[in-house]
């Protein structure tokens, strides 16, 4: 409860007249300090470094980061013109469930057409 002081739940829609303006929300603010920056910047990288050690050091692999990897532009094309198309799908104050069911399909769709370009060997490249 946001009048205790306590974060909001995740995935519930806060009650604006009791909501507290957080410092990393920038609600007010068109300029950041140097260390939300600094921080951002660090944890970021913390996090990417992790992600390599994981993934280089244990030989993990996905196949659907290798789909996503080998043709990013046309992941990033497709990816937007799926966003357009599902927009008006899917209200903005919807339950869980269809929040959920909705990012399911539109990934689904958008890995599906990346996946076939792969298959039949057709790569964007700059």
Not at 26 to 49: E, I, N, Q
Not at 95 to 115: K, Q, S
């Amino acid at each position: 409860n946001a009048s205790w002081g306590l974060a909001d739940l995740p995935f519930v829609r806060p009650e604006r007249e009791n909501q507290l303006t957080s410092y990393w929300l920038m609600d007010k603010k068109r300029m950041v300090s140097l260390p939300f920056t600094l921080f951002s910047t660090g944890f970021g990288l913390f996090l990417y470094a992790v992600f390599i050690v994981a993934v280089d050091g244990s030989g993990l692999q996905l196949g659907v980061f290798r789909t996503l990897g080998q043709n990013p532009l046309a992941a990033y094309i497709i990816h937007e013109m799926t966003l357009h198309a599902f927009r008006g799908l899917s209200p903005d104050d919807g339950p869980l469930y269809w929040g959920v069911l909705m990012f399911a399909v539109f990934f689904g769709t958008t890995y599906m057409m990346v996946r076939y370009l792969e298959k039949h060997k057709l790569f964007l490249r700059l």
